[in-house]
C-alpha cells in the first residue's frame, strides 16, 4: 500500500533498488546531492544534475522535463553518504514561470524496479520559491527512510545549494543553470495539448502554515491540503466551450487560480463545494455558509475552509502591513525632498510641504485600514458560522456540540489544538488545526511566558499547574475523537505533582495504568515503548505485520512526561529522543510538560529533541512565527471554561463505551 505522505512524515523504505518518478505539469530541473552524518554536502563531486548526472549509485535527468525519473541504488552510494537530497528547480529565463506559485504542486513518488509505487509526495504550499529539496533518503541504524521536506527557496539554487553547505554554491549552480539552457536548446517542444469541454476544471490553492520558534508547524503545516479552496474560492472551467479541437497550449501560465490536483493522478475529482450563498447586493450584509469549501465530506470541506480562512487573514493583514510600510517609507522620502532643498527648508512653504505629505500618508493609510476593515469583518462573520458547525474534534470545549457528543466509529482527519489570532484584530480567532495521526510530538512550555497580561504574576508552580492542565485537555480531546480502543495514554509523572490535573483521567479509566513515578518506573514505561516501536518497525519493514506478538498493544500510544528532566538519566534521555524522532510514523507520540531552562544542564544534547516535538504554551503566546508572510501568531490553548465538567463528562462517556466493549 503507497504510503502519502505529508510534509516532514517519514516512511521505511522496504528495497534498497529505487526509482523516484517527478510529475511537475512544467519543465523542471530535477537533482540530487548527497550528505554525509551531518547533512552537508563536501564538494561538486556529491551534487548530481544536469551538468554530471551519474554519481556512484545516482544517475538524474539529463535536461529540464514535466516528468522525470531519477534511479538510486542505496547500496551503492559512498560508505560516506548518509543522506540522498531530491532537488527541484525552475529553469532560469525571461519565458519561464519563475515560481513554483504559479504552477501546479509538483508530485515525486518513490517506487521500487517493478514500478510498486513505496511512498508518494505532493508539494503543496509553495510561492515564490524557485527551488525545492522534495524528498530526504536517510539512513538510520542501517535502514533507509524516505522524508518528505518540501523545502523551498525564493534564492533558487544558490540559496538551496549554499543551505546545504556546499563550497562554492554559485558556481556550482550557474553550471547547473547552464546545462539546462543547453539541454533546452536541443529539446524539441511537445504538441499542443488536448483540451476540450470541462477536462481541465482549476481548484484554487491553499497556502502555507505557521511556523514555531525552531520549525514549521506541521500542519498547521502544517499538512496542506492538495486540492482545497480557500475561503470564498470557488472552481472554475479551465477550457473553452464549444468545439473538442485541439487549443495550443500558452507559453506561460495563464494568470488565474493553480490546480493543486496533480495532472498523474488516477483518481476521480473531488466533488463540487457545498452551493455558496447568492453574492450580497449592494447594502447587503455578507452572508458566509459553512462548508463552502472543496471536499468528499463536510468535515474535510469545513478543515479546508479553515485553512482557507487562515490564509485570507494572513493575506489580509501582510496587505495592511505593506501599505502601510509603504506609506510610512513614502512620508520619508517626501520630508527628505523637503529638508534637502534651501528654499523649501523653512519657512510656510516648507510647513505647507510637511503637511502636504502627512496629509498623502495618512490618507494612504486610511484606505488600507477601510480594506482591511472590511475583509476582517467579512472573516469575522464567517467564523462566526462556522464556529458553530465544527464537529468536536475542530470544536472550542464550550461549544454545544459536546452536549451530544458520542465516540466516534473513525478517526478524525485533524484536531484542534487552539486558536490563532493577529493583533490587527483580536477577536477574529482562526482555529488551530493539526492533521492526525500526529506528525510532531508536543512540547507544552511551563517556562516564563512572553505572552498573555498575567503571565507574570504567576509562579514557578502555577506554570507548572497550567501546563499540565493545558496536556490533560489535549489528552482528553485525542481520547475523545479516537474510536473504543483505539488510543491509550500513559504518563510519567516522577515528582507525583500532577495528581490534581490528572484527576479526570483517573477517575473515568482512561489511564491504563496509574501514572509512573520513580527512576525506576521512567525506565519500565520508556522499555517497554520504545521495543514496541522497535517491534512495530521490523514487522513492517519486513512485511510480517502479522507476525507481532499477539499482546502488543496495536493502538495508539500518548505518553505523557511532566516535570521533565527531573528523574531521567541519559538513558532515559535517549530513549526519549528516540520515541520523539521515531515513534510518530508507528503510533507512539511524546507530550512533554517541561520548561527549557530547567534542561540547560544536559547541553545542546536535548537541542534534537525540542526542535521535533511542537511547542505550545498553557497561556496566550506570540511564539509561531509565519515564514509565509513573516507573522508572528499568537496562539491560544483550547481549554475547558473555569468550571466546567466538560472534561468529565467526556471521559465519562469514553470510559462507559470502554466497559461495553469489555476494554
Known amino acids: 500500500m503507497t504510503a502519502e505522505l505529508v510534509r516532514g512524515q517519514n516512511h521505511p523504505l522496504s528495497g534498497t533498488r529505487l526509482e523516484i518518478r517527478v510529475s511537475a505539469g512544467q519543465p523542471v530541473m530535477a537533482g540530487a546531492t548527497l550528505g554525509d552524518a551531518d547533512g552537508r554536502v563536501p564538494g561538486d563531486e556529491w551534487v548530481a544534475h544536469p551538468a554530471s548526472p551519474r554519481l556512484p549509485g545516482l544517475e538524474v535527468s539529463r535536461q529540464a522535463a514535466a516528468e522525470h525519473r531519477l534511479a538510486i541504488d542505496l547500496d551503492a552510494l559512498p560508505e560516506a553518504a548518509h543522506r540522498v537530497n531530491v532537488l527541484l528547480a525552475l529553469p532560469s529565463g525571461p519565458s519561464g514561470p519563475g515560481r513554483f506559485g504559479a504552477l501546479a504542486a509538483p508530485f515525486v513518488a518513490v517506487t521500487g524496479t517493478d514500478g510498486t509505487e513505496l511512498a508518494s509526495y505532493t508539494v503543496t504550499g509553495l510561492d515564490a520559491e524557485s527551488a525545492v529539496v522534495a524528498l530526504e533518503l536517510y539512513r538510520r541504524q542501517d535502514a533507509w527512510k524516505v522524508r518528505a521536506v518540501g523545502q523551498g527557496y525564493a534564492g533558487g539554487l544558490t540559496a538551496m545549494l549554499h543551505d546545504q553547505g556546499l563550497p562554492r554554491a554559485a558556481e556550482t549552480a550557474a553550471r547547473i543553470e547552464d546545462a539546462v539552457a543547453q539541454g533546452a536548446s536541443r529539446a524539441v517542444s511537445a504538441p499542443p495539448a488536448q483540451v476540450g469541454g470541462d477536462a481541465a476544471r482549476r481548484v484554487a490553492p491553499a497556502g502555507g502554515g505557521p511556523a514555531d520558534d525552531r520549525a514549521a508547524v506541521a500542519g498547521h503545516d502544517p499538512a496542506v491540503p492538495s486540492a482545497t479552496t480557500g475561503s470564498g474560492a470557488t472552481a472554475g472551467g479551465g477550457a473553452p466551450s464549444g468545439g473538442g479541437g485541439p487549443v495550443p497550449e500558452p507559453a506561460a501560465p495563464a494568470p488565474g487560480p493553480i490546480s493543486y490536483r496533480h495532472p498523474g493522478r488516477r483518481t476521480s475529482a473531488p466533488p463540487e463545494p457545498a452551493p455558496a450563498a447568492p453574492a450580497a447586493g449592494p447594502g447587503q450584509p455578507y452572508q458566509p455558509v459553512a462548508g463552502d469549501a472543496t471536499g468528499w465530506t463536510m468535515n474535510e470541506r469545513l478543515y479546508n475552509q479553515v485553512w482557507g480562512m487562515f490564509e485570507d487573514l494572513a493575506r489580509a493583514a501582510a496587505a495592511y502591513r505593506s501599505a502601510v510600510d509603504f506609506a510610512e517609507s513614502r512620508l520619508e522620502q517626501e520630508l527628505d525632498r523637503v529638508l534637502s532643498d534651501p528654499r523649501t527648508r523653512v519657512g510656510p512653504a516648507a510647513d505647507a510641504a510637511r503637511e502636504e505629505a502627512r496629509s498623502r500618508q495618512a490618507q494612504l493609510v486610511e ?186 498493544d496495536t493502538s495508539e500510544q500518548l505518553l505523557i512526561v511532566n516535570d521533565f528532566p527531573h528523574g531521567f538519566d541519559d538513558r532515559s534521555v535517549t530513549q526519549l529522543r528516540y520515541l520523539a524522532d521515531e515513534g510518530p510514523s508507528v503510533g507512539v507520540h511524546l507530550m512533554m510538560v517541561a520548561d527549557r531552562e530547567d534542561a540547560r544542564a544536559y547541553g545542546p544534547v536535548l537541542d534534537p529533541l525540542w526542535r521535533s516535538l511542537l511547542r505550545v504554551t498553557p497561556v496566550p503566546d506570540d511564539h509561531l512565527a509565519d515564514p509565509w508572510v513573516g507573522h508572528s501568531w499568537t496562539y491560544e490553548p483550547s481549554l475547558a471554561p473555569s468550571g466546567s465538567e466538560v472534561l468529565r463528562q467526556v471521559l465519562w462517556q469514553v470510559g462507559q463505551a470502554r466497559k461495553a466493549y469489555g476494554i
Not at 409 to 434: F, K, S
Not at 446 to 462: E, K, M, T, Y
Not at 465 to 493: F, K, T
Not at 500 to 521: C, D, F, I, Y
Open 367 to 552: 484606505q488600507a485600514r477601510g480594506v482591511l476593515d472590511r475583509d476582517l469583518d467579512r472573516l469575522v462573520a464567517e467564523a462566526e458560522v462556522v464556529e458553530h458547525a465544527l464537529p468536536p474534534a475542530f470544536a472550542r470545549w464550550d461549544s454545544p456540540v459536546w452536549h451530544g457528543y458520542q465516540v466516534p466509529l473513525e478517526t478524525p482527519m485533524a484536531l484542534r489544538l487552539g486558536d490563532l489570532h493577529l493583533p490587527e484584530r483580536r477577536d477574529l480567532r482562526i482555529p488551530m488545526l493539526v492533521r492526525l495521526p500526529l506528525e510532531r510530538g508536543l512540547w507544552i512550555d511551563s517556562g516564563r511566558f512572553a505572552g498573555g497580561a498575567d503571565a507574570s504574576l504567576v509562579d514557578s508552580a502555577g506554570r507548572r499547574r497550567l501546563a499540565m492542565d493545558c496536556a490533560v485537555a489535549h489528552a482528553v480531546r485525542l481520547l475523545a475523537v479516537h474510536p473504543v480502543g483505539d488510543y491509550s495514554v500513559h504518563v510519567i509523572d516522577p515528582a507525583g505533582a500532577a495528581g490534581a490535573a490528572l484527576a479526570p483521567l483517573l477517575e473515568n479509566g482512561a489511564l491504563k495504568e496509574p501514572p509512573v513515578a520513580g527512576a525506576r518506573g521512567v525506565s519500565e514505561v520508556l522499555g517497554r515503548l520504545t521495543q514496541r516501536v522497535d517491534l512495530v518497525q521490523m514487522a513492517v519493514r519486513s512485511g510480517a505485520v502479522d507476525s507481532l506478538p499477539p499482546d502488543l
